[in-house]
């Protein structure tokens, strides 16, 4: 009897939880925390409160998974408006931490709303353009990029422009997916790039030495191009098979800078080399194939746009992040997704996590 009633317990709890997506997510987890075990050796209250994170992103996950895709579009608008107000509170009286206001204080905590916009987008876009499905014209692309505009021109002002350019990111994948004209692509980035003189000049001053420093970090081997520099020695220097956990010796002498964070992966990929390396790129691929799946298999054009953007979401902060620390992007503050401290972040990121789960699950209930 106790053993039924604990089985029957059990498929309960689980039955609407992805057993492939959380099977990949929890090695991910795995690699993250153990990375930043060694990461964090001289700040082991980082690595306490990242499990913290991790065990509150994954009731959040389970919470989402159980909600009905259909609720989130009924919420959609409202989660935006309430984001963007966020957005402005943090413009009017947010934290100032090393020089950026990005964090709105809330007594008993401070959260990053510009986090919450990477979900907030692609929900207000996808029932957009699900509620405009029948009659999609160019008037509802433009309408939609002005709604995507508005709130990435807030955070780039912070400044943060990696995590806008995220942002702008999961908006644009929704908008492409809902059938963005190739001509119109074509269009915007002959536009985008006869502008770069003029965004070169609204970029601050940091900013514009990251660009220039990808060229040439000996440029200025103390200065913005140190990121680089020693991330890249850390990358060479773990080999085919790494130094081994927490023998990394750049991360332990200290030259990582933000090594818990954006630079995490050079922390990785000196103790775990090649090989590890190679494993977190199989399991990345392994979680957006996965996602990917879900969103074809989606039964509304609300839940199939949402379930794209979501996976592709992943997928940009991967190669971004990785991209960034390896020397082939400039340096743009993106953490690597479930790997990198941060609460606010890994939160969002297990919310996605367990949207996908809800609209594979529902996907046969679904009203079309």
């Keep these: 009897m106790l053993t039924t009633a604990i089985r029957q317990l059990t498929e309960r709890f689980t039955e609407k939880i992805d057993g492939p997506l959380l099977a990949i997510v929890l090695c991910l987890i795995a690699l993250g925390l153990a990375t930043l075990y060694s990461a964090a050796f001289q700040a082991p209250a980082r690595f306490g409160a990242q499990a913290a994170n991790v065990l509150l992103a994954l009731a959040l996950?389970?919470?989402?998974?159980?909600?009905?895709?259909?609720?989130?579009?009924?919420?959609?608008?409202p989660v935006f408006l309430v984001v963007l107000l966020m957005l402005v509170g943090v413009a009017l009286f947010g934290d100032?931490?090393?020089?950026?206001?990005?964090?709105?204080?809330?007594?008993?905590?401070?959260?990053?709303?510009?986090?919450?916009?990477?979900?907030?987008?692609?929900?207000?876009?996808?029932?957009?353009?699900?509620?405009?499905?029948?009659?999609?014209?160019f008037r509802e692309f433009a309408v939609a990029f002005v709604v995507l505009a508005v709130p990435t021109a807030m955070i780039a002002r912070q400044p943060d422009l990696g995590t806008a350019l995220l942002v702008a990111a999961t908006g644009f994948y929704v908008i492409f997916l809902a059938g963005l004209s190739w001509k119109l692509i074509a269009g915007g980035i002959t536009a985008a790039l006869a502008s770069l003189p003029i965004l070169w000049g609204v970029l601050h001053d940091y900013q514009r030495k990251r660009f220039l420093t990808l060229l040439d970090p000996s440029s200025d081997p103390l200065?913005?191009?140190?990121?680089?520099i020693q991330s890249t020695i850390a990358l060479g220097s773990g080999g085919i098979t790494g130094k081994g956990w927490t023998h990394g010796?750049?991360?332990?002498?200290?030259?990582?800078?933000?090594?818990?964070?954006?630079?995490?992966?050079?922390?990785?990929?000196?103790?775990?080399?090649?090989?590890?390396?190679?494993?977190?790129?199989?399991?990345?691929?392994?979680?957006?194939?996965?996602?990917?799946?879900?969103?074809?298999?989606?039964?509304?054009?609300?839940?199939?746009?949402?379930a794209g953007s979501i996976t592709l979401t992943f997928f940009t902060y991967a190669v971004v992040n990785m991209g960034m620390v390896s020397g082939l992007l400039p340096v743009v503050g993106v953490p690597l997704p479930l790997i990198s401290y941060g609460g606010t972040s890994l939160v969002t990121l297990f919310l996605g996590i367990g949207i996908l789960m809800s609209i594979q699950h529902h996907r046969a209930l679904v009203q079309t």
């Design 249 to 306: 010796t750049q991360t332990h002498l200290e030259f990582i800078p933000e090594r818990a964070t954006d630079f995490i992966f050079a922390v990785y990929s000196e103790e775990f080399g090649l090989i590890g390396a190679s494993l977190l790129l199989v399991l990345y691929l392994a979680l957006i194939m996965r996602g990917l799946m879900i969103a074809a298999n989606a039964p509304t054009f609300f839940t199939r746009l949402l």
């Design 96 to 137: 100032v931490r090393n020089g950026a206001r990005r964090w709105l204080p809330l007594g008993f905590a401070s959260i990053q709303p510009s986090e919450l916009m990477k979900l907030a987008m692609p929900l207000v876009l996808a029932r957009y353009f699900h509620k405009h499905e029948a009659a999609l014209s």
């Design 61 to 77: 996950m389970w919470i989402a998974a159980q909600v009905h895709p259909q609720v989130f579009m009924r919420i959609a608008v």
């Design 223 to 228: 200065g913005s191009g140190y990121h680089i």
